[in-house]
């Protein structure tokens, strides 16, 4: 089992920034891949960006190619979502998942997450 809690959610004015952090505890996530996904109200959830357990691949939606990093600290068992340049529609709830299965790279698809946060509300006011 594994347990993953996020923080670092808030108000922020559009254009500004937040860092999310994951910490996963039960069992140690550096093998496995991790990802961040988000739901904004009346709307699906969806796939925001994923990272390798070594952290060396990274893939993000185009919805956020170049304003979100994400990054992890394998020896924090922690995963981060740096996010620059907020804009109103970025405004969800943010949820970490873990992917337990080895893949040659980070999935996309919410599916095939074995383990997810409680997430963390995000709002970027106009």
């Known amino acids: 089992q594994v347990q993953l809690v996020e923080s670092g959610g808030g108000l922020v004015q559009a254009g500004g920034s937040l860092r999310l952090s994951c910490a996963a505890s039960g069992r140690t996530v550096s093998s496995y891949a991790m990802g961040w996904f988000r739901q904004a109200p009346g709307k699906e959830r969806e796939f925001v960006a994923a990272?390798?357990?070594?952290?060396?691949?990274?893939s993000y939606a185009n919805s956020v190619k170049g304003r979100f990093t994400i990054s992890r600290d394998n020896a924090k068992n922690t995963v981060y979502l740096q996010m620059n340049g907020l804009k109103p529609e970025d405004t969800a709830v943010y949820y970490c998942?873990?992917?337990?299965?080895?893949?040659?790279?980070?999935?996309?698809?919410?599916?095939?997450?074995?383990?997810w946060g409680q997430g963390t509300q995000v709002t970027a006011s106009s």
């Open positions: 998942a873990v992917d337990i299965t080895k893949r040659p790279v980070p999935s996309a698809s919410q599916y095939e997450y074995d383990y």
């Open positions: 990272i390798s357990g070594s952290g060396v691949s990274t």
